[in-house]
């Protein structure tokens, strides 16, 4: 069964840093696509970023480029969002998502397009 466990969100002060962190485990095969989404209250879920794992191609969303990093621990099977020159737009709920296959399989920043996610992680920013 597939299990994906954020964690690392908070507060943060506009122009603060936040890393966030997901534990993906369960997974049957080493490649699939992961990504990060957030839905802030009132609006649809936002593809942030995605990378597939065991490569080095990412896709990031226009709204967070240059401001927010994807990145993987192979070893650790684990995700990071590091999210610096935080806006207080970037407040909402954050999770991440898996799915089998690399990430050209799909709309990697399409929430439809993935199966399995984690129970999410608020972030806050305050002006």
């Known amino acids: ?28 095969s080493s490649r699939y696509c992961a990504g990060w989404f957030r839905q ?24 967070v480029k240059g401001r927010f990093t994807i990145s993987q621990d192979n070893f650790k099977r684990t995700l990071y969002l590091q999210m610096n020159s935080l806006k207080p737009e970037d ?7 898996a799915q089998y296959g690399g990430c050209w399989t799909l709309n990697p920043l399409l929430a439809a397009d993935y199966n399995y996610w984690g129970q999410g992680t608020q972030v806050t920013v305050s002006s």
């Open 1 to 28: 069964q597939v299990q994906l466990v954020e964690s690392g969100g908070g507060s943060a002060q506009a122009g603060g840093s936040l890393r966030l962190s997901c534990v993906v485990s369960g997974y049957t």
């Open 40 to 63: 802030a209250p009132g609006k649809e879920r936002e593809g942030v970023a995605a990378i597939t794992t065991g490569g080095f191609i990412t896709y990031i969303a226009d709204s």
């Open 91 to 97: 407040t909402a709920m954050y999770y991440c998502a």
